[in-house]
């Protein structure tokens, strides 16, 4: 059997963080069999369907790295299918037109509410006459489409993430709808149920991988399969993204989307690590791994049942090691647009060593990739704003000399090295008479303007590499 799943995400929103962890675990589970991933929009509802948010999802699985074998495939260019097999099922009598108004239905379910029953559809079209029917038409009557569901029958599968799963017809609402119709069309819109179904039977989806919330559906798409005379696909029903105190993770958590991860600056690569791990472990127990490496691995009995819950301090510190890991040539690429919104002038042509140096000295002590505008803020730029603590520290007798000693020592040397910058601080400390301490906390002050930061003597070497390391002392000084 070779291995076909796919993700159907609809088009009414951005690319979330649960569908693109399903694309994940589907993407995984694809290569790692060798099948295919497809990409389905189910965009039947028109009405809250956007290209933007198609794009947006296409866009979003292609950041992470998922790449598709087939589509993206659009539902509402293949509505012929799904009027042929309402067709079907209506000429074999397995299906039929309800005729009963919103009002009708409302009626029901408070009759239903006051007797303390589960609100479901009481099947009262199931049988209509012809002569009934006709005089639902007559009124103007717009009908939906109900497939039979058998009140009898247990439906149970076995489930490839939550073993033996058993749902009782009883407790699926009454027939179901799996279609409306319109004016201009005796089938009409079809249902999401009904379209999945003829779906993953036409494009022979050998796995359905999806959110446990399709549990009930499943039950459902179960029973259409079986009217259609079709061979059931496996299921794999993966836990829910939880929030840290247990609940579905939601609008309300802040960040859902994979568009706000990224603005975020999270590395895609450290994305889509964390998504494989929101519910699956890896054999020997590793947790940073490229999507590929994973895939080696992957498979759907150790995905857990539990809800996975999305830990921020796991995330951030995948993050770091791939920030930490990344070339400074790479990493500066990502940088430079965050610096540029910070305001700090770059130019990335000109300026690509200094850049990459500053990179270097800055990438251990990032998490997110914005981190690097308050990293790197004391860096840019000529002129020395001292802080309070500074100007305290230089308007003592020895800081203020130590500072003069070092101007003196840089005065018409070209660039610095660290061998040459380190002799100064030795000189300077043994000409005071002071501890190498308050050396470096003077040049710290007289350089940066504040007493904490990034290494100092790297620090040095990048402002004096622009010609900024002395004009900052001497702006320190006349500041005093
Ligand atoms: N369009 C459905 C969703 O976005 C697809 C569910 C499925 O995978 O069957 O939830």
Redesign the pocket.
């Known amino acids: 059997m070779t291995v076909r799943v796919r993700i159907?995400?609809?088009p009414t929103g951005n690319l979330h963080i649960g569908?693109a962890r399903t694309a994940v675990f589907n993407w995984l589970f694809a290569r790692h069999e060798g099948g295919t991933f497809i990409l389905r929009i189910?965009d039947t509802d028109r009405a809250r369907s956007r290209p933007e948010y198609t794009e947006n999802i296409k866009s979003g699985l292609t950041w992470l790295g998922l790449d598709w074998d087939i589509g993206p495939l659009f539902q509402t260019e293949r509505f012929h299918l799904y009027e042929k097999a309402i067709q079907t099922l209506l000429d074999r009598g397995l299906a039929y037109r309800c005729y009963c108004s919103g009002t009708e239905l409302e009626e029901m379910r408070a009759a239903q509410k006051a007797r303390k029953e589960a609100p479901r559809y009481d099947n009262r079209h199931r049988n209509l006459t012809p002569e009934e029917e006709a005089a639902f038409k007559a009124e103007g009557r717009q009908p939906v489409i109900r497939f039979k569901i058998d009140e009898n029958r247990e439906i149970v599968w076995h489930d490839l993430v939550r073993g033996t799963v058993t749902w009782k017809g009883s407790d699926l609402g009454g027939d179901m709808v799996i279609a409306r119709t319109s004016e201009s069309s005796n089938i009409g819109q079809p249902l999401?149920n009904f379209a999945?179904v003829v779906d993953d039977l036409d494009m022979d989806i050998t796995h359905?991988i999806?959110g446990e919330d399709?549990i009930a559906n499943t039950a459902k798409q179960i029973l259409l399969y079986e009217a259609m005379g079709a061979k059931v696909p496996q299921f794999a029903h993966t836990p829910l993204i939880l929030n840290p105190q247990g609940q579905k993770l939601s609008k309300r958590n802040g960040v859902t989307s994979i568009d706000d991860f990224r603005k975020m600056g999270f590395l895609p690569e450290a994305m889509a690590n964390y998504m494989s791990l929101l519910g699956w472990t890896s054999p020997n127990g590793e947790e940073i791994f490229t999507l590929t490496e994973a895939a080696t691995q992957f498979s759907l009995d150790r995905v857990n049942k539990a809800g996975a819950k999305f830990d921020w301090a796991k995330l951030d510190w995948i993050n770091s090691q791939y920030i930490h890991k990344m070339p400074a040539e790479q990493l500066v690429e990502l940088l430079v647009p965050y610096w540029e919104e910070a305001g700090y002038e770059i130019d990335l042509k000109g300026d690509r060593p200094w850049l990459e140096s500053l990179t270097a000295m800055i990438a251990s002590s990032l998490t997110r990739l914005p981190d690097c505008i308050q990293e790197s803020r004391l860096l840019f730029g000529s002129s020395v704003k001292l802080s309070e603590k500074a100007m305290e520290l230089l308007q003592q007798e020895d800081a203020r000399q130590i500072i003069e000693t070092v101007i003196a020592a840089i005065e018409g040397e070209g660039k610095l090295t660290e061998t040459h910058v380190k002799g100064i601080v030795k000189q300077a400390t043994k000409a005071h008479k002071v501890k190498k301490g308050l050396v470096m906390r003077s040049l710290r002050a007289g350089l940066m303007g504040e007493l904490t930061g990034p290494d100092l003597i790297q620090s040095w070497l990048l402002l004096n590499q622009k010609g900024w390391d002395k004009m900052r002392l001497s702006q320190a000084l006349s500041q005093l």
């Open positions: 159907a995400p609809s569908t189910e999401y999945v359905v999806r399709h």
